[in-house]
């Protein structure tokens, strides 16, 4: 959502259960420009996340993960979206397996594939066969020291601090606009989401990456002003005003 909200063309590549909560949640990403192609639906409950936020908006997430936990690439709807794809964005609250194959598929059709190395503590080994398929992959201090492959592109976000980049184009920090924050849920997300929608095609420019790790830095930051992650991210015009400094 985050992506869409930022001006890319989106769709969702994932599972919902058949409960109430699945139809709850294509409304709301087809309300904010989310397309559902790649969207399956497996029997049983929809994942499910509890959070709880302390005094300094600092959060705990547990996660139920549900339809999503069960995700596999045997529908040929996902597959046909992710072979189409310019970029894909995955992250690690499906199963790593499924992971590694969507990456793959998207990348045998020219994707750009970027990867939010979230949540930590998975299998090292298939960790490696995704880190083999990354074009991108960006992490938290915590999760990056998970990551000893280095990709062309590793991203490591540093919370309020803004993020660090080392690959390619060398090595170099990007600040992250001051902000009061309410709420950090869904920041990291919100993050990723509009650094994939702002990453630009191979083989780009060092200015171009420099200029989607600014967006996504800017967008982090107003993630943590809206309580929630459901409605956190925010627009386009929203992203350039905090680039140049206005509220």
């Known amino acids: 959502m985050?992506?869409?909200?930022?001006?890319?063309?989106?769709?969702?590549?994932?599972?919902?259960?058949?409960?109430?909560?699945?139809?709850?949640l294509r409304?709301?990403?087809?309300?904010?420009?989310?397309?559902?192609?790649?969207?399956?639906?497996?029997?049983?409950?929809?994942?499910t996340a509890i959070v709880v936020v302390d005094a300094n908006a600092e959060n705990t997430i547990v996660v139920a993960?549900?339809?999503?936990?069960?995700?596999?690439?045997?529908?040929?709807?996902a597959r046909a979206v992710l072979a189409g794809c310019d970029v894909m964005l995955t992250q690690l609250e499906i199963?790593?397996?499924?992971?590694?194959?969507?990456a793959r598929h998207a990348r045998s059709g020219g994707a750009v594939v970027v990867v939010n190395a979230s949540p930590a503590g998975r299998d090292p080994d298939s960790l490696s066969e995704l880190a083999a398929a990354a074009d991108v992959v960006i992490t938290n201090e915590e999760e990056a020291s998970e990551w000893p492959w280095r990709p062309r592109h590793l991203v490591v976000t540093l919370g309020s601090h803004g993020a660090r980049y080392v690959g390619a184009d060398g090595e170099y920090s990007?600040?992250?606009?001051?902000?009061?924050?309410?709420?950090?849920?869904?920041?990291?997300?919100?993050?990723?989401?509009?650094?994939?929608?702002?990453?630009?095609?191979?083989p780009g420019s060092p200015d171009q990456r420099r200029l989607a790790l600014r967006r996504a830095c800017a967008a982090g930051a107003l993630a943590t002003l809206v309580p929630g992650a459901g409605d956190c991210a925010p627009r386009a015009e929203e992203i350039e005003r905090a680039l140049r400094g206005k509220s």
């Open 2 to 24: 985050a992506a869409a909200r930022a001006g890319a063309r989106v769709q969702f590549v994932g599972a919902v259960g058949d409960d109430a909560a699945a139809g709850q």
């Open 27 to 47: 409304a709301h990403l087809q309300a904010n420009g989310v397309g559902l192609d790649g969207a399956v639906e497996i029997p049983g409950p929809s994942g």
């Open 65 to 77: 993960p549900g339809a999503n936990g069960r995700f596999t690439l045997n529908d040929e709807r």
């Open 95 to 102: 199963p790593v397996a499924t992971a590694v194959a969507a």
């Open 174 to 202: 990007v600040p992250s606009p001051d902000v009061d924050a309410v709420d950090t849920t869904g920041a990291g997300d919100v993050f990723a989401g509009v650094l994939a929608a702002n990453w630009p095609l191979e």
